[in-house]
């Protein structure tokens, strides 16, 4: 049996578990299903957060947005926390980072700290600086809003523009960041931490038209991120890294697709938002699926630990022991402040939603009604109160966050992609 010597972490924006699981279980998502049955599954793994740069520098960190104070997308981690790219660097190891979005490049985001090559658009499509100024437009938005279900079933105003390659302007695609991975990859020496984070499945989605057919976008994108990592974990075989290498899977949050009521991410904390898929892929990991509650914050924890790095100082703890881990995480975590001032505690089969701006809650038994459709925040008053007992002690716990500027660019391009109202 192979040992570890490599990590790389995969993340997938907007990818929800129950999506995913579908996917895998219908037979469209086969890169995705032999990761699956490689490893390690944790099937109630959960963000601490439902927008994108909050949510990945708490991965980086192993803390909470509260904490290390990057709330908003477009805002930047301060040098005072620790990160693990450069945990790992210091044990000896070679990182490098590829992400797929304006607000995760380094001069935005600073999680390029620590890697020794960080892909943060110098590869993107030659036209990309002056065609993304049309797509990051008030005005070519305002239009684009009112015209783009406008057609016929098969051809509407939005699948003219991704046919010709124009919708996929609101991020790098699929295809440049998996060429910019094998990059790092040719450029790595053993052993290597690799970080890669695909944004084809957040709206208005790369999905290809080939996938469109028989499937709807949000399914598509996913079959097209499929591929895309297929790509990645070849060239891994290829260059005969594939089996001292290993391979974690997961999402930076969930995706709401009319659940309840309500579609895109950022503003409502029900599980469709927050549970994301979490594959440990190695040979040498225990085999089969582990229903204990984790976190995204102990994904970091635990690669440090597997590459014998120090740890980082946070909430984040290793998920595997000698065994994976038996005793559930409790879940705290947050919505996305522009939209909704909301936080809510994960634990025992229950959850608690609070509205910070009303004071409302909201009380949910996840074990008889896994879709939170019953709120019981006025009846099973006990158990309400003792969440809430647990949240303001975990509220308590942090200072104040001073709001960070951002410049005009960068306020376009989160308006574009739906994070301002």
């Not at 036209?127 to 009112?146: E, H, M, Q, R």
């Not at 052993?191 to 399914?219: C, I, K, M, S």
């Amino acid at each position: 049996m192979e040992t570890i010597r490599n990590v790389l972490l995969v993340s997938i924006d907007c990818l929800r578990a129950d999506r995913y699981r579908e996917g895998i279980e219908s037979g469209i998502l086969p890169t995705f299903a032999a990761l699956d049955d490689r490893g390690t599954t944790f099937e109630s793994a959960f963000t601490v957060a439902n927008t994108t740069d909050p949510s990945l520098t708490s991965f980086m960190t192993a803390r909470y947005p509260f904490d290390h104070g990057v709330v908003e997308n477009g805002w930047g981690l301060d040098e005072e926390y620790a990160v693990a790219a450069a945990q790992f660097r210091e044990a000896g190891y070679d990182t490098f980072g590829v992400v797929s979005v304006d607000h995760l490049n380094h001069e935005h985001s600073r999680l390029g700290r620590g890697f020794d090559r960080y892909f943060d658009g110098a590869s993107y499509d030659t036209l990309y600086p002056y065609l993304s100024k049309i797509y990051d437009n008030k005005i070519f938005n305002t239009v684009f809003g009112a015209v783009k279900d406008v057609g016929t079933e098969t051809y509407t105003v939005k699948s003219l523009l991704r046919d010709t390659g124009l919708i996929s302007l609101h991020a790098r695609r699929g295809k440049n960041v998996t060429a910019d991975a094998i990059e790092g990859l040719d450029e790595s020496e053993d052993p290597f931490f690799g970080w890669v984070h695909y944004f084809d499945v957040h709206e208005p989605r790369n999905a290809p038209r080939e996938y469109l057919g028989d499937h709807d976008e949000y399914t598509a994108a996913m079959m097209h991120v499929d591929r895309e990592v297929g790509r990645l974990l070849d060239a891994l075989e290829e260059r005969g890294l594939a089996e001292e290498t290993l391979v974690v899977l997961t999402g930076d949050h969930g995706e709401a697709l009319g659940d309840h009521g309500y579609t895109g991410h950022g503003r409502t904390l029900y599980d469709e938002e927050l549970h994301v898929p979490l594959v440990f892929a190695h040979d040498s990991l225990p085999d089969g699926s582990v229903e204990t509650q984790v976190r995204t914050v102990d994904i970091l924890p635990t690669l440090l630990e597997v590459a014998d790095a120090e740890p980082l100082d946070g909430p984040g703890e290793p998920v595997f022991d000698d065994d994976p881990v038996e005793a559930d995480r409790p879940l705290y975590t947050m919505a996305y402040p522009t939209f909704h001032d909301r936080v809510a505690v994960r634990e025992d089969g229950w959850k608690l939603i609070r509205d910070r701006d009303t004071g409302d809650e909201e009380l949910y038994d996840l074990e008889t009604d896994p879709d939170e459709r019953t709120d019981l925040a006025g009846d099973a008053t006990d158990r309400r109160e003792a969440l809430a007992a647990d949240l303001d002690d975990w509220l308590a716990g942090f200072d104040g966050i001073e709001r960070q500027s951002i410049d005009a660019d960068t306020e376009e391009m989160l308006e574009d992609l739906g994070y301002m109202d």
